[in-house]
């Protein structure tokens, strides 16, 4: 009898339309779809790294739902980003109880950029707080990390949805869920919008070269007015849901055929 084929989740960037991730989630435990490795980038390495913890996308909804952005942003004066990025690297601290990579429920890896070596970096040892803070230091928003001699900044500059990083953590069966701007943005009138929308439009050029290959994609139907906000959130985990319920029978079957 062959072993059961090991399931791993790629969790994309794309800000706060990465609370459709959790809705992506929801629909995985509904179906007893068993998640084997998780990587992230951006915003899907803080909603992978507090699934990972063992919070239940239930939970994780409910969280986010009522999380208010003055909790979670510490606006500073814009010398290195306008957003200092402790106070939610201690929300994260909270939520993953603080835990470092090896103490989690599911195998974890994260994604940042080092902007000494110009390269991406794979993190997945450690305090997993602290490597998520770095995984979403959107440049010029947030504040970059500084760790090990690196200068860290969010991960989806270089890698948008991490399908790569996930099968060389071992994965048979590959799901991406990409949450991503699809290339129309609404005129922007603030700086940290125009910052995002210009970080968005590099994130899509370099995703249009990189051809994802050999993962069942769930693409959530969004259209978000503030990247940065959680008032549409409700909006972006039943987006989530919705796309999940779509390409989801895929894996079942495909595990079957694969057992």
Known sequence: MMDKPKIGLALGAGASRGMAHIGVLQVMEELGIQVDYIAGSSIGALVGAIYASGVSPKMMEGIAL???????????VPRKGFIKG??????????????????LDIPLQVTAVDLVKSKRVILGQGNVARAVRASISIPGVFHPVYMDNMVLVDGGLLERVPVNMVRN???DIIIGVDVGPKGQHTPSTKLIEIIIQSFEVMQMEIASKNTIKDAIMIVPDLDLENPLGFDEVAESI??????????LSKVKGLTKAKE
Request: negative net charge.
């Open 66 to 76: 009522n999380i208010d952005t003055k909790i979670a942003y510490d606006i500073s």
């Open 169 to 171: 953590m071992g994965a």
């Open 238 to 247: 039943e987006a989530g849901r919705v796309a999940a319920m779509e390409v």
């Open 86 to 103: 402790k106070k939610l690297e201690d929300i994260v601290r909270l939520l993953t109880r603080n835990k470092s990579f090896d103490e």
